[in-house]
């Protein structure tokens, strides 16, 4: 069984930087898809930053520039550093993966989900 498990949410001011971990376990397959997405209250869950194994990467136009993906490995580990964080940034960050080849900002192509961690970045 896939796990997945996020750390380093938190509360920051504008300007500021986070960075994200998803510690990923359980699973045995060579190509996958790996993602961040995010939800704020009152709305829906958006695609942030994905990653595939060959290390390809696709971001959302909102945090092009200002976010960076990556995965390391060696430690089976996700990351998302976040910086220039702004108050439209605040929600809850999840962290997914499916088995597959490309990566993708679509919520429905991805079959395993973490708990997710709060970012809340004040004004």
């Known amino acids: 069984q896939v796990q997945l498990v996020e750390s380093g949410g938190g509360s920051v001011q504008a300007g500021g930087s986070l960075r994200l971990s998803c510690a990923a376990s359980?699973?045995?397959?060579?190509?996958?898809?790996m993602g961040w997405f995010r939800q704020a209250p009152g709305k829906e869950r958006e695609g942030v930053a994905s990653?595939?194994?060959?290390?390809?990467?696709i971001y959302a136009e909102s945090v092009k520039g200002r976010f960076t993906i990556s995965k390391d490995n060696a430690k089976d580990t996700l990351s998302l550093q976040m910086n220039s964080l702004k108050p439209e940034d605040t929600g809850m960050y999840y962290c997914?993966?499916?088995?597959?080849?490309?990566?993708?900002?679509?919520?429905?192509?991805?079959?395993?989900w973490g708990q997710g961690t709060q970012v809340t970045v004040s004004s």
């Open positions: 997914a993966q499916r088995a597959g080849f490309s990566v993708s900002l679509k919520e429905s192509e991805y079959n395993f």
């Open positions: 990653i595939a194994s060959d290390g390809s990467t």
């Open positions: 359980g699973y045995t397959y060579s190509r996958y898809r």
